[in-house]
């Protein structure tokens, strides 16, 4: 406690007061006694408030709470709130920190892409835990890529042909080991490619692994000037902890690149093929999954050209029990079926046989519809032998626009320990084609009302007007108009294909795969 006048001098300076204050006594000014933050308190002009102050003293913080008495002397009671000062500067940082773990989650999370998820690392470590902050990923070959941000400044990308080792903790940090302590690490020893340009002395670093799952993300790198204070144990701590967010992000973002490009590979091998023309003989394809979201389904098509000179091109169109991935997965297995018959493509009921066989022994609990083609160019036609295995039969265009349905039938594959199926032939004149189609167009649910279905008729008449167009202009025809009918409303996998005739005759040599010259 300390008691002083109106003229700042001081009347009385208790046993506590005189230990904070050891120049503080009776008599002596408070200007020369008391620190600043005090004395200045007590002066105050006449009829004004005296606040209540704080401030430091002997390495501690006190707050001065003043009572005035009647005869205009104040009496000064000294508070020691060093320990609350302590407690509330704590709780401020442990906030602080705490918004800024989930800033750092919010906008890592929101993207899976990796490249930002560094740069969003770097940026935020260099304005909250460092001068500078670097972002170091797992090599690339003999590069390491790297993000590198100043405070205030923006994330910059680079690649760079150095050896982690040489830098102290770094590769330890990169293969996912606990960090070393910064007072470990002697900064002068820092190559240049690890200090920003501009940046000046290193004054202290920080090496933390990003740890990822499973294998490690990266390591955070932070760089404080030469004029600033070292890292302390608890900002160590607390970087770790960032960039465990970080990591866990970052390893999120590279896994699902990894599993995009492998999800593109797949969805490359499983979607059906472009066709165009093969051996003469003019080929054209449209697909539409169930789901306008999905890319594969249940129904496929391929063509095979004749393995052997003089054969027939094996067309190959299905449809799997189901829709989505797993239906997509399941044709996938029964094309390369298919594939490695093509030695016995001249034989349908035996590879319809076959293939009932391998689908049978695998014990799926899902089968096939199939329609088999062999088409052969045959001067100005071409000869087909047609085959339905449990699938819509194939139609024949005619030049005059006549549609006829190909007599063909059988049992579906996979599903009986025997299959059975007829076999017809037909040929194709100039300009005509013969249309292999699944029952997702035909059982296609939409027009006015929702619910009824497009039907085979509505099929042939559409295609009584696509008499001698091209095979291309006949698939978009039938896509459009089954799109039309089906509207936003739910339907199966649709899938189409046509075979046709060269509408003149061939003049020149063509090698079997491209479209050569014709005249009528």
Request: glycine fraction near 10%; charge should be negative; include cysteine.
């Amino acid at each position: 406690m300390l008691v002083a006048n109106a003229e700042s001098v001081l009347l009385f300076v208790n046993k506590a007061a005189g230990l904070v204050f050891p120049g503080a006594r009776p008599g002596s000014a408070m200007a020369d006694a008391v620190p600043a933050w005090l004395s200045s308190a007590h002066a105050q002009p006449p009829g004004a408030r005296i606040p209540t102050v704080q401030g430091p003293a002997a390495g501690r913080t006190y707050e001065a709470h003043p009572t005035v008495r009647d005869d205009d002397t104040v009496v000064w009671w000294l508070v020691d709130d060093t320990d609350h000062r302590l407690a509330r500067e704590a709780l401020r940082v442990e906030r602080e920190r705490t918004a800024l773990l989930t800033e750092a989650s919010n906008l890592l999370l929101s993207s899976l892409n990796l490249e930002r998820c560094m740069d969003i690392t770097a940026r935020m470590a260099a304005e909250h835990l460092a001068d500078a902050a670097l972002v170091i990923a797992p090599s690339r070959g003999r590069e390491l890529p790297v993000v590198t941000c100043l405070r205030g400044g923006s994330p910059s990308s680079s690649r760079t042909a150095a050896d982690p080792d040489q830098v102290p903790g770094l590769g330890e940090a990169l293969q996912g080991f606990p960090p070393v302590p910064s007072r470990w690490i002697d900064p002068t020893t820092a190559p240049a490619w690890l200090i920003p340009d501009g940046f000046g002395p290193v004054g202290s670093i920080v090496i933390t692994p990003l740890p990822g799952h499973g294998v490690p993300a990266g390591a955070l790198v932070l760089l404080r000037g030469a004029g600033t204070s070292d890292f302390s144990a608890e900002e160590e701590v607390f970087a770790r902890l960032f960039a465990a967010r970080a990591g866990a992000a970052m390893s999120a973002a590279r896994l699902y690149a990894e599993q995009t490009s492998i999800t593109n590979v797949l969805m490359r091998e499983l979607l059906p093929p472009s066709l165009h023309q093969v051996s003469g003989v003019e080929y054209a394809g449209g697909y539409r999954p169930s789901l306008d979201h999905e890319r594969i389904g249940g129904d496929f098509y391929d063509v095979h050209p004749a393995p052997v000179q003089g054969d027939g091109s094996l067309v190959v169109l299905g449809d799997v029990c189901g829709k989505g991935l797993e239906a997509a997965v399941m044709t996938g297995k029964i094309r390369n079926t298919l594939h490695a018959l093509l030695p016995i493509a001249q034989d349908h009921q035996r590879i319809l046989s076959l293939l009932n066989t391998s689908l049978l022994n695998s014990h799926n609990t899902r089968f096939v519809t199939l329609v088999l083609a062999s088409a052969m160019r045959d001067g100005n036609t071409v000869r087909l032998r047609l085959t339905s295995a449990g699938h819509p039969a194939p139609l024949i265009l005619r030049a005059d626009g006549r549609v006829e349905e190909a007599p063909t039938k059988g049992t579906l594959v996979g599903a009986l320990p025997h299959v059975h199926a007829e076999t017809v032939q037909v040929t194709l004149g100039p300009g005509e084609s013969c249309v292999l189609y699944t029952d997702g167009i035909s059982e296609a649910r939409g027009g006015p009302m929702g619910g009824t279905l497009f039907g085979e008729e509505r099929l042939v008449r559409a295609l009584e007007e696509c008499a001698g167009m091209p095979g291309e202009a006949v698939v978009e025809r039938v896509q459009m108009l089954a799109s039309q009918w089906v509207g936003t409303g739910r339907h199966d996998d649709m899938a189409v294909v046509v075979i046709s005739a060269p509408r003149t005759n061939h003049l020149s040599a063509v090698d079997g795969h491209t479209r050569g010259r014709f005249t009528s």
